[in-house]
T-cell receptor, first 114, second 116 residues
């Protein structure tokens, strides 16, 4: 099993550009989520989904958009990149609708916005 | 809102010794889950241990164990016989059941270095 796959691993954007971070899992997990990790801040939840067609906001959703058209995929869209969005982004999934069980993480996307 | 506090930004330990990482949390809930995640230099997040609040017995996973003090809202991680591969960032996390909309709240992390 591939687990949770994130692409790309690294990305540099200019302010105002848009892009999509891809996340795919092959474990038939219902629950998927996006976190951002900033130095000294830990991980903060951006958006999450408890199943196809269902998404909700986390702690820091502004500037990001998500959709969940299939169980496998949960892309994160940056609508107009800003330097404040420079961060490492993690996608994570779990078996259950809630994260009661273990969260499986992708390897992260390091994003720099100039 | 729940908060998770890790008061030790950095710690170090000698190989084969024991180290304890601290975590406290703030909640008014009685039923919740607590986690410790490890992030080595590879950046991959790995679950170390999980504790259910309604269980009084402390969780253990091989060399890793927790000291869960519910009344004190404390959830410390003990690593015994430390190994070089334990060098990593360690994150404490809290989650309360919310009918399928659960959110994991992380602390800011403790950077652990195991010295040879």
């Amino acid at each position: 099993n591939a687990g949770v796959t994130q692409t790309p691993k690294f990305q540099v954007l200019k302010t105002g550009q848009s892009m999509t971070l891809q996340c795919a899992q092959d474990m038939n997990h219902e629950y998927m989520s996006w976190y951002r990790q900033d130095p000294g801040m830990g991980l903060r939840l951006i958006h999450y989904s408890v199943g196809a067609g269902i998404t909700d906001q986390g702690e820091v959703p502004n500037g990001y958009n998500v959709s969940r058209s299939t169980t496998e995929d949960f892309p994160l869209r940056l609508l107009s990149a800003a330097p404040s969005q420079t961060s490492v982004y993690f996608c994570a999934s779990s078996y259950s609708r809630g994260a009661y069980e273990k969260l499986f993480f992708g390897s992260g996307t390091q994003l720099s916005v100039l | 809102a729940q908060t998770v506090t890790q008061s030790q930004p950095e710690m170090s330990v000698q190989e084969a010794e024991t180290v304890t990482l601290s975590c406290t949390y703030d909640t008014s809930e009685s039923n919740y889950y607590l986690f410790w995640y490890k992030q080595p230099p590879s950046r991959q997040m790995i679950l170390v241990i999980r504790q259910e609040a309604y269980k009084q017995q402390n969780a253990t996973e091989n060399r890793f164990s927790v000291n869960f003090q519910k009344a004190a809202k404390s959830f410390s991680l003990k690593i015994s016989d430390s190994q070089l591969g334990d060098t990593a960032m360690y994150f404490c996390a809290f989650m309360k059941p919310q009918g399928g909309s659960e959110k994991l709240v992380f602390g800011k992390g403790t950077k652990l270095t195991v010295n040879p």
